[in-house]
């Protein structure tokens, strides 16, 4: 079965610093990864995914994430925190070999940046 | 930019009443979710649909129905509100290809049971 796990309820950065939200993942084949990000009272946006190659893969407001296949891993990251980054974030996959194309979302991860 | 509309932002019900959420998208898209959002349990699929009139159980379809009679449309029906069905719902549309394509999001229905 497909599952994914945020490990850290929330994660507090000084604005400025590098900041990193982690997600493990476990599928019975090859995953598809994606980030989304949820403001308050809003819905979710796509922040960014990995299909196949470069295992770094960049998205949206100066995010990037990177596959690590061997530690089923696709860490959320950002070199320097902004205040407006303080949000609710997912991770969620999909098994490859997985017909019905079926997404699973982690738990969520809530950023606060601190001024 | 695509866009998912859900009808209604906040819904105040009570215990046994029928209750219909609405979800519209305005992209052609084919496929359509329905997801429960609580806290620290992130989202979870509770109906979703590959093409008009079709549709599929997710992981927690007890106590919904469904019903998508066009392509732009999707609702979510409560059957008999109980008070644990207090919950945000977000409806989503998937663009591009069922295999990678993403998800776009309404902004939610927050519905409350009393």
């Known amino acids: 079965a497909q599952s994914v796990a945020q490990p850290e309820d929330q994660v507090n950065v000084a604005e400025g610093n590098p900041l990193t939200v982690k997600c493990t993942y476990s599928v019975s084949g090859n995953p598809y990864l994606f980030w989304y990000v949820q403001y308050p009272n809003r819905g979710l946006q796509f922040l960014l995914k990995y299909i196949t190659g470069d295992n770094l893969v960049k998205g949206s407001y100066g995010f990037e994430a990177e596959f690590n296949k061997s530690q089923t891993s696709f860490h959320l990251k950002k070199p320097s925190a902004l205040v407006s980054d303080s949000a609710l974030y997912f991770c969620?996959?999909?098994?490859?070999?997985?017909?019905?194309?079926?997404?699973?979302f982690g738990s969520g991860t809530r950023l606060l940046v601190r001024p | 930019d695509v866009k998912v509309t859900q009808s209604s932002r906040y819904l105040v019900k009570r215990t046994g009443e029928k209750v219909f959420l609405e979800c519209v998208q305005d992209?052609?898209?084919?496929?359509m979710f329905w997801y429960r959002q609580d806290p620290g349990l992130g989202l979870r699929l509770i109906y979703f649909?590959?093409?008009?009139?079709?549709?599929e159980k997710g992981d927690i379809p007890e106590g919904y129905s469904v019903s998508r009679e066009k392509k732009e449309r999707f609702s979510l029906i409560l059957e008999s509100a109980s008070t644990n069905q207090t919950s945000m719902y977000l409806c989503?549309?998937?663009?591009?290809?069922?295999?990678?394509?993403?998800?776009?999001f309404g902004e939610g229905s927050r519905l409350t049971v009393l």
């Open positions: 649909s590959y093409d008009v009139k079709m549709k």
């Open positions: 992209m052609d898209h084919e496929n």
């Open positions: 989503a549309s998937r663009g591009g290809s069922a295999n990678t394509g993403e998800l776009f």
């Open positions: 969620a996959v999909r098994d490859i070999g997985d017909s019905s194309y079926k997404l699973i």
